[in-house]
């Protein structure tokens, strides 16, 4: 059996720094992983790649050739990959054996991985190539700084965990760049009536029935909760890693 890991997460969240770090980890410890980039519209990273989308199809070439923007390109491409899961992916994947670490560093597009069905059968195929997969959902700390905004995250959090149906760890990015940590906690495994109440501070009242309902559907899979990664602080080895 070998095993994949899959990065998602908004734009901005830091994915492929994430990957970047996650690789000199791994190399420091004399572990070996293996990262492919699912992102079309990548062109620089600082990580190594096995596999490269690009190597099959770029979004530059779908915009110009088909005359679309930005998000319709993507959501073209990762189709094509989906069509092409049997031919170029699976010969990739042949050259890898038992025990092997894959990690999938993914577009950024949220409805890859909330509601529409690309990522998802993609998930599907990994599983039928016999790879244990993961997901790794990251979300920017600065979300924190506006509670509306880390309600949002974790809505959409939810929803990539529900539609990809894995075992999932939410990653709170960047901790560097939070100036102040005291408030962190309540954040990493939010107590549903602090994030009612402070959801009530912010919105006008006639959305307390909304603010409610929110938070419900939230405390009621009971699944939402974030590790802190801080990439620039060091820790045991010389990693920069978690908090």
């Not at 039928?128 to 997969?133: E, G, I, L, M, T």
Request: contains cysteine; glycine residues 4%.
């Amino acid at each position: 059996m070998g095993y994949a890991q899959l990065v998602i997460g908004p734009a901005g969240s830091g994915k492929s720094t994430y990957c970047s770090s996650l690789y000199q980890h791994c190399e420091t410890l004399g572990r070996s992983i293996h990262i492919v980039n699912l992102d079309p519209a990548a062109e620089n990273f600082n990580y190594p790649v096995v596999m490269y989308i690009r190597e099959l199809i770029s979004l530059d070439d779908v915009m110009e050739e088909l005359g679309l923007g930005p998000n319709g390109g993507l959501i073209y491409c990762m189709e094509h990959l989906e069509e092409n899961l049997d031919e170029w992916l699976a010969e990739e994947l042949d050259y890898y054996l038992d025990d092997d670490y894959l990690v999938f560093d993914c577009p950024s597009q949220i409805k890859l991985f909330s509601h529409v069905p690309m990522l998802r059968n993609f998930v599907e195929h990994l599983k039928r190539k016999n790879f244990n997969v993961c997901g790794v959902y990251l979300l920017d700390s600065q979300f924190i700084a506006d509670v509306t905004k880390f309600v949002s995250g974790c809505m959409a959090s939810l929803s990539a965990m529900v539609q990809l149906e894995l075992p999932h760890v939410n990653i709170l990015s960047k901790m560097d760049l939070v100036t102040s940590k005291r408030d962190v906690e309540n954040y990493l495994d939010p107590e549903p009536r602090f994030l009612l109440s402070e959801l009530n501070e912010w919105i006008a009242p006639w959305f307390k029935k909304l603010n409610k309902s929110l938070i419900e559907q939230v405390d009621e899979y009971s699944m939402v909760s974030f590790i802190p990664i801080n990439l620039r602080r060091k820790a045991a080895y010389g990693m920069h890693w978690l908090k």
